[in-house]
């Protein structure tokens, strides 16, 4: 049987759609879907991805987008691990926790503290501890759990990651809407690193935390954030007085004796000074 074709008339041919009409731009202007895609050297990247807020207000006033970067991987650094980075994340934890999802964390060199981190708000209940023995393991569940994408937080110890590793898992960390936290030494701050964000942290005097960031999305990050961090289980012990330690040691320091040598000198705290003895007022000996 021959099939019949049925043409349609030149009336019934639905009109092209009309072209939206051409923006007038000017020499050097860029159109405004491809200006809100770029970022400049010196000025803060805008990320498409959302963000976490860092629960640090001075932090997230430094930090592109303002909170710690989703579909990214985020390198913190500290000379000792294990110390810091609880008292860094926990505010952006504690909102993780909230929201009803879980933190993962991986390969931690100490065991966790539970009723520290009950001190700090956080839901053992929501917490997810995978100890991998080995570099070699910790890198594999790392990845992952990067590429399930079913974590509202990841935080993982890869001390010995090369460069090579590091690039692989910011690869993966593009398709994962939560955040993903490196841990790694102080001395692979000199390192090259795919990660867009390193963040170094060490401890100050007066009960803070002091950030630098050494890579971001924008502009060189100079000087150093103060970020106060008295752990919560420990405020309400802590006097006015000892939250301030550097003022005690500043008192502490030894000022000169008028009229003395200059390496003859006296503390303010110390009681029965030998340099304020006078040699008639001792006692001959027998």
């Known amino acids: 049987m021959a099939a019949l074709l049925e043409w349609a008339d030149d009336d019934q041919v639905p009109a092209p759609p009309a072209r939206p009409p051409r923006i007038a731009l000017l020499p050097g202007?860029?159109?405004?879907?491809?200006?809100?895609?770029?970022?400049?050297?010196?000025?803060?990247?805008?990320p498409v991805t959302q963000v976490l807020s860092s629960g640090y207000p001075a932090l997230d006033a430094e930090l592109p987008g303002g909170g710690w970067p989703a579909r990214s991987l985020t390198e913190l650094l500290q000379p000792q691990p294990t110390v810091l980075e609880w008292r860094l994340l926990a505010p952006a934890m504690r909102a993780v926790v909230a929201k009803g999802e879980d933190i993962v964390i991986i390969g931690p060199p100490k065991l966790p503290h539970l009723p520290g981190l009950r001190d700090e708000g956080l839901d053992e209940r929501r917490l997810v501890w995978i100890q991998a023995a080995t570099p070699a393991e910790r890198l594999w569940v790392t990845e992952q759990l990067v590429k399930a994408n079913s974590a509202g937080l990841v935080l993982s110890w890869l001390p010995q990651a090369r460069q090579e590793?590091?690039?692989r898992l910011q690869v993966c960390a593009q398709a994962c809407d939560s955040p993903v936290f490196l841990c790694r030494p102080a001395a692979a701050e000199h390192e090259a690193s795919a990660a867009p964000l390193r963040v170094q942290v060490t401890l100050g005097v007066d009960w803070e935390l002091r950030v630098h960031l050494l890579k971001?999305?924008?502009?060189?990050?100079?000087?150093?954030?103060?970020?106060?961090?008295?752990?919560?289980?420990?405020?309400?012990?802590?006097?006015p007085r000892l939250l301030k330690?550097?003022?005690?040691?500043?008192?502490?320091?030894?000022?000169?004796?008028?009229?003395?040598?200059?390496?003859?000198?006296?503390?303010?705290?110390?009681?029965?000074?030998?340099?304020?003895r006078s040699p008639a007022s001792r006692l001959p000996a027998h």
């Open 245 to 276: 330690p550097s003022a005690l040691l500043a008192a502490r320091r030894p000022r000169a004796i008028p009229g003395q040598p200059q390496d003859i000198r006296e503390t303010s705290h110390a009681l029965g000074s030998t340099a304020s």
């Open 29 to 46: 202007e860029l159109p405004p879907a491809v200006a809100a895609a770029i970022w400049r050297g010196d000025q803060l990247g805008s």
């Open 165 to 167: 590793q590091i690039r």
């Open 216 to 239: 971001r999305k924008g502009n060189v990050h100079d000087g150093v954030l103060r970020l106060p961090s008295v752990p919560r289980g420990l405020a309400p012990l802590i006097t």
